[in-house]
C-alpha cells in the first residue's frame, strides 16, 4: 500500500524560501507518478508539476514556474519542492499525491495529509 507524508510547511516572509518533502512508502511506489498540488483557501485544487521516479517532469503551473522546482531521492524515495521568491498568493495547503501507471496532469489515487504554507510578512 502506498503512503505519502508531506513535511517542510511553515510561516515565510515574502521572497523567502521553502523546501517541501514528501516521504513515500510502498513496495509498487516506483511505479508510480508523483505529483505537488496545492489548495488555496477558498479555492480549487491546483496542479503544480508532476514527476516520474526516472526523472521524467511535467510542465510547471504558470503560477509557479521559474520560481519552484520539484526533485526526487529514488534511495529515500521521498520527493521535494524547492519553492523560492514566495509570494503571499502562494500561501496554500501543498499535497503530496502519487498515481499508478506514471507522470500525468489527473488521476492521482494517493494523497498526502498536506503541509500548510503561509506567506506573510
Not at 516506483?30 to 508532476?50: C, D, I
Request: net charge positive; proline share 3%.
Amino acid at each position: 500500500q502506498v503512503q505519502l507524508e508531506e513535511s517542510g510547511g511553515g510561516l515565510v516572509q515574502p521572497g523567502g524560501s521553502l523546501t517541501l518533502s514528501c516521504a513515500t512508502s510502498g513496495d509498487s511506489i516506483s511505479t508510480y507518478g508523483m505529483a505537488w498540488f496545492r489548495q488555496a483557501p477558498g479555492k480549487g485544487r491546483e496542479f503544480l508539476v508532476g514527476i516520474s521516479w526516472i526523472g521524467v517532469r511535467s510542465d510547471y503551473a504558470d503560477s509557479v514556474n521559474g520560481r519552484f522546482i520539484i526533485s526526487k531521492d529514488n534511495v529515500k524515495k521521498t520527493i521535494y519542492l524547492h519553492m523560492r521568491r514566495l509570494k503571499p498568493e502562494d500561501t496554500a495547503v501543498y499535497y503530496c499525491a502519487a498515481r499508478p501507471g506514471g507522470l500525468a496532469s489527473s488521476g492521482y489515487e494517493v494523497w498526502g495529509q498536506g503541509t500548510r504554507v503561509t506567506v506573510s510578512s
